[in-house]
């Protein structure tokens, strides 16, 4: 064997050991790439997996807390149907205003409100603390000859509406308020909460109650002829 066949064979066995090499890195490069496509494949598949659970769970609770909702609503209101009834059947003399009261507390009662407070509520209405005046108006008294807007008065910003009525002094005109002082007026008052009504002879005082806060409203007779004056007290209930 020759110079030249010696080098043909070194160089034959060098090429098949660099195409062995490349052949090698070939099946592993295609080995960690079917490897990565696969794993990528299963972590969206998982990651989709999840998000559609998440979803059915959220709209699970979804579901849940509306159903939830409403079965409170049923309970407060079937509560409050059972204290009213129950505080109903204690009411026996047929006085309307009593019965109307005890609703009320029911409905209190009903909210979850503690009996402690509305016992509180209720005696602090004889005495309420820290009273402050917030307002002061007068508004003309309606009677069977005049009527018209300067009979209703918006206090508080529009938060409470007054309107009185009484009977006509015997110079009351169409054009000319005048009431008989004398003479009991009726006062409705509208507020968020209801309405109430009053009636007495002047001066006298109402009030109503608004969260943790009395409104005193006292009416007495005013300088302008026809006309009473509205004075709103704000008084704290704690």
């Not at 494949?41 to 059915?56: E, H, P």
Request: aromatic fraction near 8%; charge should be positive; proline fraction near 3%.
């Amino acid at each position: 064997m020759d110079y030249f066949q010696t080098s043909e064979r070194y160089r034959k066995q060098e090429m098949r050991k660099l195409f062995s090499t490349i052949v090698r890195l070939s099946v592993m490069a295609l080995c960690i790439w079917i490897g990565w496509f696969w794993g990528f494949n299963q972590r969206a598949a998982l990651t989709a997996s999840s998000n559609d659970q998440i979803i059915r769970l959220t709209q699970q609770n979804e579901r849940l807390e509306q159903r939830l909702a409403t079965l409170s609503s049923e309970l407060q209101a079937e509560k409050q149907k059972r204290v009213e009834s129950e505080l109903l059947l204690e009411t026996t003399d047929g006085n309307s205003a009593q019965k109307r009261l005890n609703r009320q507390v029911a409905r209190y009662l009903a909210k979850g409100i503690d009996e402690d407070q509305i016992s509180l509520a209720l005696k602090s209405l004889s005495s309420p603390l820290r009273c402050r005046p917030i307002e002061t108006t007068d508004i003309a008294v309606a009677t069977s000859f005049f009527a018209g807007r300067e009979s209703m008065a918006e206090l508080i910003g529009g938060g409470i509406r007054v309107f009185m009525e009484g009977q006509a002094g015997r110079e009351a005109t169409r054009d000319k308020p005048w009431f008989d002082p004398s003479s009991p007026v009726s006062v409705r008052i509208a507020y968020l909460n209801g309405e109430k009504i009053h009636t007495g002879t002047l001066p006298f005082e109402t009030s109503i109650i608004a969260d943790t806060w009395l409104v005193r409203i006292k009416v007495t007779e005013a300088g302008l002829q026809g006309y009473a004056t509205l004075t709103l007290d704000k008084c704290s209930l704690k």
